[in-house]
């Protein structure tokens, strides 16, 4: 639109936006990353250290398969390098399990790829074979009940590293977006969590009285699941 990169630019000026108290990075694709951005992150206070980048796969075979534009290795280096620049970022992304040609040898790289990176958040699709997509002229050569089998097993593996991340963050205080009332709880979210697909923090609504949705709060985690956090308002609640 520019002719040149301006998304560095426009977080500086959203930043400015006294209203605005999150803004969250979504969908960053890891080719050609803007790391122009980081140190932003790291020093803006509005902007979430939190940034979704749907990596696919970790197989350099399946990357070239997928048109990723970037190796494995550059891949990892790119995320040591979003680790190193903002202290404490949390890292989304989304896997697909299955496409066209992945042999058990590249499912088992990108096993060993989500152990090793230990993601803060995780997703996993099964291929589906779709028309007007780059990759519906290529054999949809991964039966099913692989394609589901290979799914769970990386969800089995991300569901011990979330439950273990979770249960660091018990005893800390986290600013907490409160969403709504469900089910007994008051449901919100930290800055780590984007909506809907991201973990939830709930609290006892009865223990907590009338908070309401769209409300910041100061929040104690006390307890942790897999994929969810239990907590108390760290101050009385007004």
């Known amino acids: 639109m520019y002719g040149s990169r301006r998304l560095a630019d426009l977080l500086v000026a959203l930043s400015q936006i006294p209203a ?3 803004i969250r990075l979504q969908y960053a694709y890891p080719s050609q990353f803007p790391t122009d951005i980081l140190p932003l992150m790291r020093d803006l206070p ?8 749907p990596l696919q796969h970790a197989s350099d075979p399946m990357l070239r398969q997928m048109r990723r534009g970037i190796t494995a290795a550059r891949t990892e280096s790119l995320l040591d390098e979003i680790r190193r620049q903002v202290s404490g970022i ?3 992304t989304t896997l697909i399990s299955g496409f066209p ?7 088992q790289c ?3 790829f989500v152990a090793r990176q230990r993601f803060d958040r995780l997703g996993v699709f099964t291929y589906s074979h779709e028309e007007n997509t780059a990759a519906f002229n290529l054999t949809d050569d991964v039966h099913t009940e692989v394609k589901v089998q290979r799914m769970e097993e990386i969800m089995a593996l991300q569901q011990d590293i979330s439950l273990e991340l979770n249960q660091q963050k018990i005893g800390q205080v986290l600013p907490v977006l409160i969403e709504r009332r469900e089910s007994g709880f008051w449901v919100g979210r ?3 969590d984007s909506p809907e697909v991201d973990h939830e923090v709930l609290l006892d609504a009865d223990a907590c009285g009338e908070l309401g949705a ?7 985690i006390t307890g942790a699941e897999a994929f969810d956090l239990y907590g108390v308002p760290a101050h ?3």
């Open 110 to 112: 990108l096993m060993k």
């Open 190 to 192: 930290t800055e780590f």
């Open 214 to 220: 769209g409300r910041f709060l100061q929040v104690r």
């Open 46 to 53: 509005s902007i979430c250290r939190y940034l979704d980048m």
């Open 236 to 238: 009385d609640v007004q």
């Open 101 to 107: 040609g992945e042999s058990d040898a590249d499912h």
């Open 20 to 22: 605005i108290q999150w």
């Open 90 to 92: 949390h890292l989304r």
